[in-house]
């Protein structure tokens, strides 16, 4: 049996408002300056502190460790990045796109204008096959028909995304850099003169402080592992989020309601879940609630269950390690679902 290719219908009806008027009366969208004055001390403390151990420890292999710990520290940033794109932090847009240049483009060296664009249509469209930017961009595919049509080197790396999956992702913090690279190149951003100069100031100093600091080799290894776990523990953040969802096409576009909860994963959480996603293992509300700040989802988690069992609208909430055998087994169903002769042209139909 092939996997879906489009939202169920369950739920379409059901009004978001309800849902609304009870989040904002039990004060869920309040601001939480307090819980993000200590979020910045101590993720500016996790990232001083790793790069004083690399200083501090100079020539050594022990470096690799180092790398671990620093790839662990640029992926706390890039959850404050997040949130901060989504208002979530400070009040005032000015604010708002200064601290997010500073997060993205100066720490990190990913434009933060091209993400803010991105992200906002994904989450308009979550995964939507041809308006979700997080679907358009992958190489891998989403649903029966992308892998059909794919054709050459991508053809056999659709065939093989299961396997591919984890290796694919520590080129993530590569592909992204890139795509930012290309949306600053062509004016997609508001300010491609700032953030091409911060991109280039982190890309400057990153280096001068590897190679400056470490023997070739030794510096290469250590941005191997950096990089890539970094791009891991991005995806590893992100893809349980949405893979393996229903997703859908053309047609009639749900109510916001259904839109967000059916195309969304939840993960049952702890505290220790909460720091590593970034509340993002609260999926199904970050996204019924963009605005909504970090340390509230949890509260909201309880208030959304609720109503989608009163509405009939199913909620799908796993553990981590379920969450990544479902995405891995959607993309093994998409890749064996491709003809087997997938890469050749298709023959002419009669």
Same mark, same amino acid.
């Given at each position: 049996m092939e996997p879906t290719t489009t939202t169920p219908a369950s739920g379409v009806t059901a009004s978001f408002e309800p849902l609304r008027r009870a989040v904002r009366e039990a004060g869920l969208l309040a601001p939480r300056p307090a819980y993000y004055v200590l979020k910045f001390a101590t993720n500016t403390a996790l990232l001083a502190g790793a790069w004083t151990v690399f200083f501090l420890l100079g020539d050594s292999w022990f470096q690799l460790l180092t790398a671990v710990l620093l790839a662990f520290a640029y992926g706390q940033t890039g959850l404050l990045g997040h949130d901060l794109g989504h208002s979530q932090v400070v009040p005032g847009r000015r604010a @708002?796109?200064?601290?997010?240049?500073?997060?993205? +483009?100066? &720490? #990190?060296?990913?434009?933060? *204008?091209?993400?803010? +664009? =991105?992200h906002g249509r994904h989450h308009s469209h979550p995964n939507h096959l041809e308006l979700d930017p997080d679907i358009l961009r992958r190489v891998v595919a989403f649903s029966? /028909? !992308?892998?059909?049509?794919?054709?050459?080197?991508?053809?056999f790396v659709i065939r093989h995304q299961a396997g591919l999956f984890f290796p694919l992702l520590t080129l993530e913090a590569f592909g992204l850099r890139i795509a930012s690279a290309v949306a600053i190149r062509r004016g997609a951003v508001r300010r491609p003169g700032t953030e091409a100069l911060l991109m280039a100031v982190h890309l400057a100093a990153y280096n001068a402080a590897l190679f400056l600091t470490l023997p070739f080799g030794l510096a290469l290894a250590f941005f191997a592992v950096h990089q890539g776990l970094f791009g891991v523990y991005l995806g590893c953040v992100f893809a349980p989020n949405h893979k393996g969802m229903p997703v859908r096409d053309s047609g009639e576009e749900p109510g916001w309601l259904a839109r967000q909860v059916l195309t969304s994963r939840n993960i $049952?959480?702890? $505290?220790? =879940?909460?720091?590593?996603?970034?509340?993002?293992?609260? !999926?199904? /509300?970050?996204? &019924?609630?963009? @605005?909504?700040?970090? %340390?509230?989802?949890?509260?909201?988690?309880?208030?959304?269950?609720?109503?989608?069992?009163?509405?009939? &609208?199913?909620? =799908? /909430?796993?553990?981590?390690?379920?969450?990544?055998?479902?995405? #891995?087994?959607?993309?093994? #169903?998409? *890749? *064996?679902?491709?003809? %087997?002769? &997938? *890469?050749?042209?298709?023959?002419?139909?009669?």
């Open positions: @708002t796109e200064v601290l997010g240049l500073v997060h993205g +483009n100066l &720490l #990190l060296g990913f434009s933060y *204008g091209w993400w803010m +664009n =991105h029966p /028909e !992308q892998a059909r049509r794919s054709r050459g080197v991508r053809a $049952r959480s702890s $505290r220790p =879940h909460d720091f590593f996603y970034g509340g993002l293992n609260y !999926q199904i /509300e970050h996204h &019924l609630f963009p @605005t909504m700040p970090r %340390p509230n989802l949890r509260r909201c988690r309880p208030l959304t269950m609720a109503y989608c069992a009163e509405v009939g &609208l199913p909620y =799908h /909430e796993v553990s981590a390690t379920r969450s990544y055998a479902e995405v #891995l087994r959607h993309l093994r #169903l998409i *890749g *064996g679902s491709a003809v %087997p002769d &997938l *890469g050749r042209p298709s023959p002419a139909a009669p």
